[in-house]
T-cell receptor, first 112, second 111 residues
Framework: DTAVSQTPKYLVTQMGNDKSIKCEQN?????MYWYKQDSKKFLKIMFS???????INETVPNRFSPKSPDKAHLNLHINSLELGDSAVYFC???????????FGPGTRLTVL | RKEVEQDPGPFNVPEGATVAFNCTYS??????FFWYRQDCRKEPKLLMS???SGNEDGRFTAQLNRASQYISLLIRDSKLSDSATYLC????????????FGTGTRLKVLA
């Protein structure tokens, strides 16, 4: 059983398009995250939701819009994709009071 | 200055060697500390949490010095399978439980 899953695993698209990435966790966690890992391998937090409430919103262009329909799901919609959006996007989850964060396998986004 | 700083490496060591990684953090609101491991083109996975008293898990030993805001990871008897990027991570007490990742230290264990 996959604990944190993401779809799609690979996404290749043209500049200007709109795309979504989906994340689901079956661990019963109450907090989920989106991270971006760029070509220099730096993992940077973008957003976090706790019980469907947005609690972390880093300095991210407003072309990026997260949405959490329920505790087990966190999606990321990106409008008007740019070349600089090319990266690996990781979803993660944790139980807020606990320590361990579990990551999904990542979505490798390439914008042409 | 990055909130969590690590030497990017790469550290190239022979099998059986002992290697140490260091990490410094700048935010005094940091509450919890971890080492994660990330293999090429894979997701990060928790290697171990780091406690003030120091802790050991097999060949891996982690230390925390809160006064100096410094974390270390020691790997003894390196194996080829230890080759990966090691990420130093801190979690803040600000209420958002934000995790901040270092840029990672790349380790290559050579046969």
């Amino acid at each position: 059983d996959t604990a944190v899953s993401q779809t799609p695993k690979y996404l290749v698209t043209q500049m200007g398009n709109d795309k979504s990435i989906k994340c689901e966790q079956n661990l019963g966690h109450d907090t989920m995250y989106w991270y971006k890992q760029d070509s220099k391998k730096f993992l940077k937090i973008m957003f976090s939701y706790n019980n469907k409430e947005l609690i972390i919103n880093e300095t991210v262009p407003n072309r990026f819009s997260p949405k959490s329909p329920d505790k087990a799901h966190l999606n990321l919609h990106i409008n008007s994709l740019e070349l600089g959006d090319s990266a690996v996007y990781f979803c993660a989850s944790t139980q807020r009071e606990a320590d361990t964060q579990y990551f999904g396998p990542g979505t490798r986004l390439t914008v042409l | 200055r990055k909130e969590v700083e690590q030497d990017p490496g790469p550290f190239n060591v022979p099998e059986g060697a002992t290697v140490a990684f260091n990490c410094t953090y700048s935010n005094s609101a940091s509450q919890s500390f971890f080492w994660y491991r990330q293999d090429c083109r894979k997701e990060p996975k928790l290697l171990m949490s780091v406690y003030s008293s120091g802790n050991e898990d097999g060949r891996f030993t982690a230390q925390l010095n809160r006064a100096s805001q410094y974390i270390s990871l020691l790997i003894r008897d390196s194996k080829l399978s230890d080759s990966a990027t090691y990420l130093c991570v801190v979690r803040l007490t600000s209420g958002t439980y934000k995790y901040i990742f270092g840029t990672g230290t790349r380790l290559k264990v050579l046969a």
